[in-house]
Each structure stands twice: as structure tokens, then as C-alpha cells.
């Protein structure tokens, strides 16, 4: 771990960010032995939430933009009628 200009918060920042990106990660791994078919329904588990999750986001964005279209169709036709 390399301190830069006597910045000592940044470096135990980069270094809390670091444990919790690797060695957690590797701890609970190795916990406890997870067999290939328990393995297999975890990242299964997983790969559903991940879809629905990104469906469920796609979803209000899809929202936000028919909105914004219908906003700019309501302006425009406030101009036409105006003229």
C-alpha cells in the first residue's frame, strides 16, 4: 500500500475497498464446502435476479423515454396551435 502525499485516509480507503472486493469475497467462499449442484442453484439463483433485476430497470426507463416523447409531441403541438 502506497501513502501519497501524507494522505493517509486515501489510502486506508483504497485499502478497505480492496479487503472487501477480494478477501471477503475469498473468505466466505471458503467457509464451507458448497457441492457443484448447490454451486449450480446459487448461480442460477443469481442469473434469474440479475435478469429481473435488469428488466425491472430497463422497464422505467422505457417509462421515462415514452414520456419524454409524449412531452415533446404535447410541446409541439402547443406551438402549432398557438400559431
Keep these: ?3 501519497f502525499n501524507g494522505n493517509l485516509d486515501r489510502a ?3 485499502l478497505k475497498k480492496d479487503f472487501d472486493a477480494n478477501v471477503r469475497a475469498s473468505l ?3 467457509a ?3 457441492g457443484p449442484g448447490e454451486r449450480r442453484r446459487v448461480k ?3 442469473a434469474r435476479k440479475r435478469v429481473r433485476r435488469d428488466q425491472r430497470r430497463q422497464a422505467v426507463t422505457d ?4 414520456r419524454r416523447s409524449l412531452n415533446a409531441y404535447a410541446r ?3 406551438g402549432a396551435l398557438d400559431d
Design 63 to 66: 417509462a421515462q423515454h415514452r
Design 44 to 46: 442460477a439463483r443469481a
Design 28 to 30: 466466505r467462499r471458503h
Design 32 to 34: 464451507a464446502h458448497v
Design 12 to 14: 486506508l480507503k483504497v
Design 76 to 78: 409541439a403541438l402547443d
Design 1 to 3: 500500500m502506497h501513502v
